[in-house]
């Protein structure tokens, strides 16, 4: 979503951070159909440690969430149902001209860790850093490994 | 007139599962892989149950109904129209339904048009057209978008009514579908168009839609106390919304019946055989049965609450026939509780037959004659009386 903006409203993004997103597709690396899963599957998915999806967790499962996950699944399928990336964003990517640093957890088990080289080599002068030990959700799970190079990239002066 | 007509439905099932099936896949549908059919096999059993709905025409069926699933062992038609294609030419009486084709998977649907007219043209206007949504599963299967599946299906029935009844060609300009010249040659025999029904499982929003139009709806494999709810909501929209009262024929509802010599009997069987159904060729993920988008937010908070499933969950042979879902018992007893369907539901189209798990053909041939010899006759109007009848003649005038 943020490179679609970073796309289509470049007056809008001074500096772009994409961690482990959607939005292209790497042949042969298909993205997990998350559609598919069942709660447990997209937990093993997106995390390597459990523990730290604890906030993301319901306090009672009841009907009314439920019909609020039903819910935000299905704006996500009406985006990204087929199909399940944009086929033009690829493209599009080369425009992008504000400095841009894309973080990916190496063990994403739902958008694969290819997708973090990929997207550098689209944007141009873009910055790549790989976190080992971690996979959808670094920002849940390696907060502070995920937040410092974030906190660099924004402190970094922006060149005329 | 009738109070109940009877209609031979058949799903063509694969029931040679894995035997570690019940372990080790979680799902008949979607992933089930392929290397479980058998083409060879698949040949004898096409022929096998083309022979048993030939069968329940020469029984006296009204009609014999086939219909469409993809990618799954429940139900081996991915096309209907070609199994319809091959009754025409063994079903020399009865009605042949496809109930339904699913036309929000299809991109194409003035195709299902064309079919269809052809099909009626073919078989002398004996075609029933069925609508369905398809079910969640085949969403996943086919990768059409769930969301918008309400509205291809509106979409493309009002292409496919147009196609059949407005004077071609004609422009059709939609939000899913756009044809500059829509023509169809055959067009349909039957005036205005073949009948249509709607089957639904849980959808409030397909009931209101069956209920406009005045097409029969037809409730699916479920549990009383569900079948009632909708037929009441079928009424009470007709009546108020819609401005008429719903007649028997607009009931429909398809109930597995398993007919034999004594209710033990049938218990039995049904045990045996029709759990199948139940417990494996319905076994789904059910993140497959309900795909997001699929269910308005009024109908999945039904589902959610009222813990629906494309299966029956656990329940025991006993408990589906308790609850209404499944009809099993001697020909009196099927007869009484088709009468409560009749009397008290006032529903007069039974959907049921045909082969399902691993029963052989000739309890299939037994069920088939005891429902066509002692139940359906109860159900049928009585002939009026040929015998000649005593003539007052005054003796004077001799």
């Given at each position: 979503?943020?490179?679609?903006?970073?796309?289509?409203?470049?007056?809008?993004?001074?500096?772009?951070?994409?961690?482990?997103?959607?939005?292209?597709?790497?042949?042969?690396?298909?993205?997990?159909?998350?559609?598919?899963?069942?709660?447990?599957?997209?937990?093993?998915?997106?995390?390597?440690?459990?523990?730290?999806?604890?906030?993301?967790?319901?306090?009672?499962?009841?009907?009314?969430?439920?019909?609020?996950?039903?819910?935000?699944?299905?704006?996500?399928?009406?985006?990204?149902?087929?199909?399940?990336?944009?086929?033009?964003?690829?493209?599009?990517?080369?425009?992008?001209?504000?400095?841009?640093?894309?973080?990916?957890?190496?063990?994403?088990?739902?958008?694969?860790?290819?997708?973090?080289?990929?997207?550098?080599?689209?944007?141009?002068?873009?910055?790549?850093?790989?976190?080992?030990?971690?996979?959808?959700?670094?920002?849940?799970?390696?907060?502070?490994?995920?937040?410092?190079?974030?906190?660099?990239?924004?402190?970094?002066?922006?060149?005329? | 007139?009738?109070?109940?007509?009877?209609?031979?439905?058949?799903?063509?099932?694969?029931?040679?599962?894995?035997?570690?099936?019940?372990?080790?896949?979680?799902?008949?549908?979607?992933?089930?892989?392929?290397?479980?059919?058998?083409?060879?096999?698949?040949?004898?059993?096409?022929?096998?149950?083309?022979?048993?709905?030939?069968?329940?025409?020469?029984?006296?069926?009204?009609?014999?109904?086939?219909?469409?699933?993809?990618?799954?062992?429940?139900?081996?038609?991915?096309?209907?129209n070609?199994?319809?294609?091959?009754?025409?030419?063994?079903?020399?009486?009865?009605k042949i339904g496809i109930v339904g084709n699913?036309l929000?998977?299809?991109?194409?649907p003035l195709?299902v048009a064309e079919e269809i007219a052809m099909l009626d043209v073919l078989s002398g206007g004996r075609i029933i057209s069925g609508f369905?949504?398809?079910?969640?599963?085949?969403?996943?299967?086919?990768?059409?978008?769930?969301?918008?599946?309400?509205?291809?299906?509106?979409?493309a029935h009002d292409l496919i009514i147009q196609a059949w009844t407005r004077p071609g060609?004609f422009?059709f300009?939609?939000?899913?579908?756009?044809?500059?010249?829509v023509n169809i040659w055959p067009r349909p025999i039957q005036q205005p168009h073949p009948p249509i029904w709607m089957?639904?499982?849980?959808?409030?929003?397909?009931?209101?839609?069956a209920?406009?139009h005045k097409y029969p709806?037809?409730?699916?494999?479920?549990?009383?106390?569900?079948?009632?709810?909708?037929?009441?909501?079928?009424?009470?929209?007709?009546?108020?919304?819609?401005?008429?009262?719903?007649?028997?024929?607009?009931?429909?509802?398809?109930?597995?019946?398993?007919?034999?010599?004594?209710?033990?009997?049938?218990?039995?069987?049904?045990?045996?055989?029709?759990?199948?159904?139940?417990?494996?060729?319905?076994?789904?993920?059910?993140?497959?049965?309900?795909?997001?988008?699929?269910?308005?937010?009024?109908?999945?908070?039904?589902?959610?609450?009222?813990?629906?499933?494309?299966?029956?969950?656990?329940?025991?042979?006993?408990?589906?026939?308790?609850?209404?879902?499944?009809?099993?018992?001697?020909?009196?007893?099927?007869?009484?509780?088709?009468?409560?369907?009749?009397?008290?539901?006032?529903?007069?189209?039974?959907?049921?037959?045909?082969?399902?798990?691993?029963?052989?053909?000739?309890?299939?041939?037994?069920?088939?004659?005891?429902?066509?010899?002692?139940?359906?006759?109860?159900?049928?109007?009585?002939?009026?009386?040929?015998?000649?009848?005593?003539?007052?003649?005054?003796?004077?005038?001799?």
């Open positions: 979503m943020a490179a679609e903006i970073a796309v289509w409203y470049p007056e809008l993004v001074s500096k772009l951070i994409l961690s482990n997103s959607a939005g292209i597709r790497v042949k042969g690396s298909p993205i997990g159909d998350m559609f598919a899963m069942n709660p447990q599957e997209v937990l093993a998915a997106c995390f390597d440690d459990f523990t730290a999806a604890l906030p993301l967790m319901p306090a009672e499962m009841n009907s009314d969430y439920l019909v609020k996950m039903y819910k935000e699944r299905t704006a996500l399928a009406s985006l990204a149902w087929n199909p399940s990336f944009d086929p033009k964003l690829a493209r599009r990517l080369q425009s992008i001209t504000c400095p841009t640093l894309i973080i990916w957890g190496e063990n994403d088990r739902l958008i694969p860790a290819i997708y973090g080289p990929t997207f550098q080599s689209l944007i141009p002068h873009s910055q790549l850093v790989m976190l080992a030990g971690t996979g959808h959700m670094p920002m849940f799970e390696k907060a502070e490994a995920w937040a410092q190079p974030i906190l660099d990239f924004l402190q970094q002066e922006v060149r005329a | 007139m009738n109070k109940l007509t009877f209609h031979y439905f058949h799903l063509m099932p694969w029931p040679d599962l894995p035997p570690d099936f019940d372990e080790n896949y979680d799902s008949a549908w979607v992933t089930l892989p392929n290397s479980n059919y058998d083409p060879v096999k698949g040949h004898q059993l096409y022929n096998r149950y083309l022979d048993e709905i030939e069968r329940a025409d020469k029984l006296g069926w009204d009609s014999v109904i086939v219909n469409e699933h993809h990618q799954n062992a429940y139900g081996t038609m991915p096309s209907p070609l199994m319809a294609a091959a009754l025409t030419q063994r079903v020399k009486r009865a699913a929000p998977l299809h991109d194409d195709r369905v949504r398809g079910t969640g599963m085949e969403y996943f299967s086919y990768n059409i978008n769930p969301t918008l599946s309400r509205e291809r299906m509106n979409e060609p422009a300009e939609g939000e899913h579908y756009n044809y500059r010249y089957p639904g499982t849980a959808s409030l929003e397909t009931i209101d839609f209920a406009k709806y037809m409730t699916v494999f479920m549990p009383m106390d569900q079948r009632k709810r909708a037929y009441e909501l079928y009424r009470r929209l007709a009546e108020e919304k819609y401005g008429y009262e719903a007649q028997p024929e607009q009931l429909a509802f398809c109930v597995p019946c398993v007919i034999a010599e004594t209710d033990e009997l049938a218990m039995q069987e049904g045990e045996k055989y029709a759990m199948w159904l139940f417990r494996k060729g319905m076994k789904v993920r059910p993140e497959f049965f309900l795909p997001p988008g699929y269910m308005s937010e009024r109908s999945i908070r039904a589902a959610i609450e009222n813990n629906a499933s494309f299966g029956q969950g656990e329940k025991s042979f006993k408990e589906l026939v308790e609850t209404g879902v499944v009809i099993a018992g001697s020909p009196d007893t099927v007869i009484e509780k088709l009468s409560y369907y009749t009397e008290v539901l006032h529903a007069g189209m039974l959907v049921t037959g045909g082969h399902v798990g691993e029963i052989p053909d000739y309890l299939v041939l037994k069920s088939q004659e005891m429902m066509a010899k002692e139940v359906m006759p109860h159900f049928r109007e009585k002939a009026v009386s040929a015998e000649p009848k005593p003539v007052e003649v005054p003796s004077s005038s001799i």
